[in-house]
């Protein structure tokens, strides 16, 4: 990235979710016009929206792109339709009749125009980089164009590919999406992208735990098969010494868990165990292998998480809660460590992660943070639909996301209310620029 991007002196608004950008964007004012000719104005409007639509993608380019026609669709209301057949309209005109009190509100009524102009990059809409900044699984533009090189994106279930492969799809960040396509981001650059970065504490505790991590090594050693049942009987708590040394061996806390599971299922007889028990213990079983087959490449949360578990069946199997009088205050207490534990099981502390952990949102994000109407979004699964190509309706242009009211060089759109960059003049004098480019 170039020095500069985000200048405080000469700002520019890009598609990008830094504080800068942020800053730039409260700066906005109107250009103007007074002292500048008519060229001027057209050309300075053009680079400031060319900085925010697609500043990626080379100007001849854009220019190959650039339609003069823009889509726009009317509502019309269907049971109007379907009462009348349209010579309503020549009511009373000339003919001596009167207009009914509801023709004529319907008459009277203001009908908002239609921001034709604030459709000029609609085009720019289409491309995949573009498509996955606006459905939030990119902190930036040029993000979004990043990870479709590096191939963390599927279009329709395919990966980006190199030209060689012509009897697939090829998907590369300038890729214009159609109606239908669904694209997916992997979960974890969205969380990158999307999360806060990582403080001092969790850097250095990253480095620490990748020169802790054993050199890979040529031989690789096959996991031991998995047995329907572990022997708890050979775990022990403590290690015996070894000649010649003054301390023990350092005892591993799964072993203990387990162990303390086998003191604890060895003083209940198994056949009144009932079906929820069993299974809970089977399931403390199978992580436990799982566990000590990773050995010291386990992640960090494993252990807490395996704790969690053999406190869930020591839980069950204690008596009924109704058999014991508990206190309201112990209950209460109970019930918000209980919730804590799944929320910490949920989003864990793992300091390989590339970014904080618990995760958490940017910083600055809610002021970019909406979703454009042709897209629908899951955010459970890092995919979207693109449903269709955006349109101009009356108040609204789904590109620039704004309206016909302006303050301060924000543009509010009526229904949603969704500040945009720029006004519908600087939109129609850019459009006047490419329009005389003979298109």
């Known amino acids: 990235m170039r020095k500069r991007f985000h200048g405080l002196k000469r700002p520019k608004i890009r598609q990008s979710w830094n504080k800068y950008n942020l800053y730039n964007l409260s700066?906005?004012?109107r250009q103007e016009i007074k002292s500048r000719t008519f060229f001027q104005q057209k050309w300075t409007a053009k680079a400031m929206t060319r900085a925010y639509h697609g500043e990626q993608v080379r100007e001849k380019q854009w220019q190959r792109m650039f339609r003069p026609r823009l889509a726009s669709v009317v509502p019309m209301d269907h049971r109007y339709l379907a009462q009348f057949d349209g010579s309503e309209q020549a009511l009373g005109r000339g003919s001596g009749l009167d207009v009914s009190p509801d023709m004529a509100k319907t008459r009277a009524r203001k009908t908002l125009k239609t921001p034709y102009m604030n459709m000029v990059y609609a085009p720019?809409?289409?491309?995949?980089?573009?498509?996955?900044?606006?459905a939030l699984f990119a902190s930036s533009a040029r993000q979004a164009r990043q990870f479709v090189v590096h191939g963390f994106v599927r279009v329709n279930?395919?990966?980006a590919r190199t030209l060689y492969h012509i009897e697939s799809l090829i998907i590369y960040p300038g890729y214009m999406l159609n109606p239908g396509d669904m694209f997916q981001v992997e979960p974890d650059r969205v969380l990158f992208a999307t999360g806060a970065p990582k403080s001092k504490p969790q850097r250095r505790a990253g480095r620490l735990k990748a020169k802790k991590a054993p050199p890979p090594s040529d031989t690789t050693t096959e996991p031991a098969a998995a047995d329907d049942e572990l022997d708890l009987s050979t775990l022990s708590i403590s290690e015996p010494l070894i000649e010649?040394?003054?301390?023990p061996i350092p005892v591993n806390p799964i072993t203990t868990i387990l162990a303390r599971a086998r003191t604890t299922i060895s003083s209940i007889d198994e056949s009144s165990l009932t079906a929820k028990q069993k299974q809970a213990f089977r399931s403390l079983k199978k992580s436990a292998k799982t566990l000590l087959s990773q050995g010291d490449s386990a992640p960090a949360f494993s252990i807490p998480a395996l704790e969690a578990e053999l406190s869930n069946f020591t839980t069950l199997l204690a008596p009924p809660a109704d058999s014991i009088p508990i206190d309201h205050q112990a209950r209460k207490g109970a019930a918000a460590l209980e919730k804590k534990m799944e929320k910490l099981k949920e989003n864990p502390t793992d300091p390989s992660k590339p970014y904080g952990t618990?995760?958490?949102p940017r910083d600055f994000m809610s002021a970019f943070a909406f979703i454009p109407r042709y897209l629908e979004v899951n955010q459970n699964i890092c995919a979207a639909v693109y449903l269709r190509h955006p349109v101009a309706k009356p108040g609204l242009a789904e590109v620039s996301l704004s309206g016909l009211n302006t303050t301060y060089g924000y543009v509010l759109m009526a229904a949603a209310k969704v500040p945009?960059?720029?006004?519908?003049?600087?939109?129609q004098l850019a459009f006047n620029w490419y329009?005389?480019?003979?298109r």
């Open 358 to 360: 618990p995760w958490r």
């Open 420 to 427: 945009t960059p720029f006004n519908q003049e600087t939109y």
């Open 124 to 134: 720019m809409e289409r491309r995949l980089d573009t498509a996955i900044f606006r």
């Open 244 to 247: 010649g040394t003054e301390s």
């Open 435 to 438: 329009l005389r480019r003979g």
């Open 27 to 29: 700066q906005l004012r």
């Open 157 to 159: 279930g395919e990966r």
